[in-house]
Structures are given as C-alpha cells and as structure tokens.
C-alpha cells in the first residue's frame, strides 16, 4: 500500500510559479510510476505529466516548458515545478502511483492505469 499526500497549491496570479510536492509513505517513490493529474470544475481528470519506467518525464502538450516533474528519492517525493502559470491551469490537482511499470507512454496518460491517488491541493490562477 502506498499513501500519497499532495501539497503546495494556491492562489498565484497569472505568470507566476508554484511547486506542488507529493509524499508518499509505505514504499519508496521510485520504486513505482508516479505522475500528475488535474481536474477543473465540471471537466474531467486529465494527465498532465508522469515518469515512466526508464526514468523519462513525459508532459501533455498544454504544460511543456512550463512545467517539471522531479523526484527526491531520499526523501520519497515527487515535486511539480509550475511556472509561467495561466488561467487554464486552474484546477485540482492530484499524484498518482502505479503498481506496474509504465512500458509505454500512452499508458502513464490514462486515469485508469494509476493504483493509488492523494486527496488533491488547489491550483488557483488568477489572470
């Protein structure tokens, strides 16, 4: 069992940055794909960047260059650097570990293909 807690979120006006972090208890996070998600008011939850089993980063396409996703190992945490943040970044955003590793790319983008999920920290941008 692996337990996750979110944390970091806020209100920040448009352009600036935050930096979301993730804990996890119960086992070591790189011992498991973790990846960000998000889910605006009345939309569905959407992939916004994930590592993948060869220790690559992958992004959706609205967040790259503006986001990074890292991990301190030591200290079981995965960080969402957000910088350059814009109203369309609004939303709740949660971390999510899988079980099995990610071979390919397409599976770390699915809701579905992640075992544990945090409770989620609130992103407010306001422009």
């Known amino acids: 069992q692996v337990q996750l807690v979110e944390s970091g979120g806020g209100l920040v006006q448009a352009g600036g940055s935050l930096r979301l972090s993730c804990a996890a208890s119960?086992?070591?996070?790189?011992?498991?794909?973790t990846g960000w998600f998000r889910q605006a008011p009345g939309k569905e939850r959407e992939f916004v960047a994930a590592f993948i089993w060869s220790g690559s980063t992958l992004y959706t396409d609205s967040v790259k260059g503006r986001f990074t996703i890292s991990r301190d190992n030591d200290k079981n945490t995965v960080y969402l650097q957000m910088n350059n943040l814009k109203s369309e970044d609004t939303a709740a955003y949660y971390c999510?570990?899988?079980?099995?590793?990610?071979?390919?790319?397409?599976?770390?983008?699915?809701?579905?293909?992640?075992?544990?999920w945090g409770q989620g920290t609130q992103v407010t941008v306001s422009s």
């Open positions: 119960g086992r070591s996070s790189g011992s498991y794909d």
């Open positions: 999510a570990a899988a079980e099995t590793p990610f071979l390919l790319a397409t599976m770390a983008r699915r809701v579905d293909k992640y075992d544990y």
